[in-house]
């Protein structure tokens, strides 16, 4: 089953997702976060109250292409999670947008949790001329 994408409050941009440790790739056309007028996205993880993250798994990224009217793997957006032992919450390195048209989404792959299923996976979208969004 695919990740539901809940808008952040006050950010109409940024969107987050509780997704279990290996989700589903995106299937909706509304899933992520839309890249129109974003210079940049900051991904942070967040593992379910009292845990931590193992070191195990990836974040796989997605592209939807509006052109193409589907969801196209984004293997060079992969992140792996060897660095985040023992993290409970991390960001991760902000990714930069060049062509803002279409969506992005990460979705979790075998991550690797200390207890617990499900990992929060939040996406925090930026403008140069606007702050968050």
């Not at 207890?115 to 403008?127: E, Q």
């Amino acid at each position: 089953m695919a990740s539901v994408w809940t808008v952040i409050s006050g950010a109409s941009l940024s969107a987050q997702s509780t997704q279990s440790t290996t989700q589903a790739a995106p299937a909706d056309a509304a899933d992520g976060v839309g890249l129109k007028d974003v210079d940049s996205i900051t991904p942070v993880l967040t593992a379910p109250n009292g845990q931590t993250f193992t070191g195990t798994g990836t974040l796989q990224g997605y592209y939807y292409s509006e052109r193409l009217a589907r969801w196209i793997r984004d293997y060079r957006a992969d992140d792996t999670m060897s660095d985040l032992i023992g993290a409970s919450e991390a960001k991760l390195p902000s990714l930069p947008v060049i062509s803002p048209a279409g969506r992005f989404a990460y979705i979790c792959n075998g991550i690797g949790l200390s207890g617990g299923s499900t990992v929060t996976v939040t996406l925090l979208c930026a403008s140069k001329t606007g702050g968050p969004l």
